[in-house]
């Protein structure tokens, strides 16, 4: 089992950057694919990112390819998502999740049996 925590989220202006951790608990987090997801007012939760256990493989939403960056340290238990040239449309609750498999990459929520509680991105325009 493992227990993610995200942290990094605030107030940015439009073209500017925000860096997301996700700690984690847990002997067997470098065992896990991590993901990124987020959830706008009123709108369904998105895939953002993906990569699996080892870092080798890495997917993103076409919405944020070559502008996010997803890793992690699995020495550290750490994932994170590096986020340049922020737009107003990327202001939304940005949640961290974990799957046990972590050979493949995941794009649905189904998929991720972990969860974070979210922290907020919110660009200005």
């Known amino acids: ?3 993610l925590v995200e ?5 940015v202006q439009a073209g ?14 470098s065992s896990y694919a991590m993901g990124w997801f987020r959830q706008a007012s009123g709108k369904e939760r998105e ?5 699996t256990y080892g870092g080798s493989s890495t ?3 076409n919405s944020v390819k070559g502008r996010f960056t997803i890793s992690r340290d699995n020495a550290k238990n750490m994932a994170y ?4 040239s922020l737009k107003p449309e990327d202001t939304a609750v940005y949640y961290c999740a974990a799957a046990r498999n972590g050979y493949r990459i995941y794009y649905f929520p189904r998929d991720y049996g ?12």
């Open 59 to 61: 997917d993103y939403a």
């Open 16 to 29: 500017g950057s925000l860096r997301l951790s996700c700690a984690a608990s847990g002997r067997t987090f």
């Open 114 to 125: 972990y969860w974070g509680q979210g922290t907020q991105v919110t660009v200005s325009s």
């Open 1 to 3: 089992q493992v227990q």
């Open 47 to 51: 895939f953002v990112a993906t990569i």
């Open 81 to 84: 998502l590096q986020m340049n």
């Open 7 to 11: 942290s990094g989220g605030g107030l």
